[in-house]
C-alpha cells in the first residue's frame, strides 16, 4: 500500500494560490492519486483525480511529475470558505481496495 | 438519489453494549467501506467489500463486524462497545473500487461510549 505524507497545516490570505504537496514514493504502476476536502463535522468530499501530468477541474488543478512520486494540488485565489483538511489518496489497484488517508493538510485561510 | 446515508446520526453507548450501524447508498455502486475519524485525526479504514458477499479487513478491524447481504446495504456492528471506540464513523461507495473511482461519503455516525 502506497503510504503518502503531507504537511500537517498550512495557512495562506484570501485570494492567493495555495499549492499542497503530497509524497507518495511507493505508488504502484496503476495507481491513480486522488484528492479529497473535509469540513468540520462532514464526510470527505472528492476534488480531483489524475494519473500522470496535469489535470484541472472547476476547482483545482493536480500536477503530478514524470516519476509520481509525489503531487500537488493546486487551488486557485482561495477564500475563507476553502479553509478545511485535503487528503491525498492514493491506490485503489491489482486487486487491493484498501484506501488509506493519510494524515491530511489542515488548510486555514485568513482575511 | 440520496446519495450514502447512514443512521443514526448520533448515539451514546454504555461500555459492553452492542449496536449496528446502518449504511446504504442507492447508486448500485460495489465498494462500499466504513471509516472512524477520531477527534483531530484523519480516517482509518475498518472494513470494506467490493460486492454482495464479499467483505475484507482494513487497518483497524478488531471489535467490529460487517456483512454484505444485498448491494445497497454495508451495516458496522459493534460487538461490545469500549470507550476506545468513541469517534464519528463515516461510510463510503464507488463504483468498483478501482484507482479511477471517486468515493462517496455519507453525513457520519457520532458515537460516544461511556
Known amino acids: 500500500l502506497a503510504k503518502t505524507t503531507q504537511p500537517i497545516s498550512m495557512d495562506s490570505y484570501e485570494g492567493q494560490e495555495v499549492n499542497i504537496t503530497c509524497s507518495h514514493n511507493?505508488?504502484?504502476?496503476?495507481?491513480?492519486i486522488t484528492w479529497y476536502q473535509q469540513f468540520p463535522s462532514q464526510g470527505p468530499r472528492f476534488i480531483i483525480q489524475g494519473y500522470k501530468t496535469k489535470v484541472t477541474n472547476e476547482v483545482a488543478s493536480l500536477f503530478i511529475p514524470a516519476d509520481r512520486k509525489s503531487s500537488t494540488l493546486s487551488l486557485p485565489r482561495v477564500s475563507l470558505s476553502d479553509t478545511a483538511v485535503y487528503y491525498c489518496l492514493v491506490g485503489g489497484t491489482s486487486g487491493t481496495y484498501k484506501y488509506i488517508f493519510g494524515t491530511g493538510t489542515r488548510l486555514k485561510v485568513l482575511a | 438519489n440520496a446519495g450514502v446515508t447512514q443512521t443514526p446520526k448520533f448515539q451514546v453507548l454504555k461500555t459492553g453494549q452492542s449496536m449496528t450501524l446502518q449504511c446504504a447508498q442507492d447508486?448500485?455502486?460495489?465498494?462500499m467501506s466504513w471509516y472512524r475519524q477520531d477527534p483531530g485525526m484523519g480516517l482509518r479504514l475498518i472494513h470494506y467489500s467490493v460486492g454482495a458477499g464479499i467483505t475484507d479487513q482494513g487497518e483497524v478491524p478488531n471489535g467490529y463486524n460487517v456483512s454484505r447481504s444485498t448491494t445497497e446495504d454495508f451495516p458496522l456492528r459493534l460487538l461490545s462497545a469500549a470507550p476506545s471506540q468513541t469517534s464519528v464513523y463515516f461510510c463510503a461507495s464507488s463504483t468498483a473500487g478501482r484507482g479511477g473511482d471517486e468515493q462517496y461519503f455519507g453525513p457520519g455516525t457520532r458515537l460516544t461510549v461511556t
Open positions: 447508486m448500485n455502486h460495489e465498494y
Open positions: 511507493n505508488i504502484a504502476t496503476n495507481d491513480y
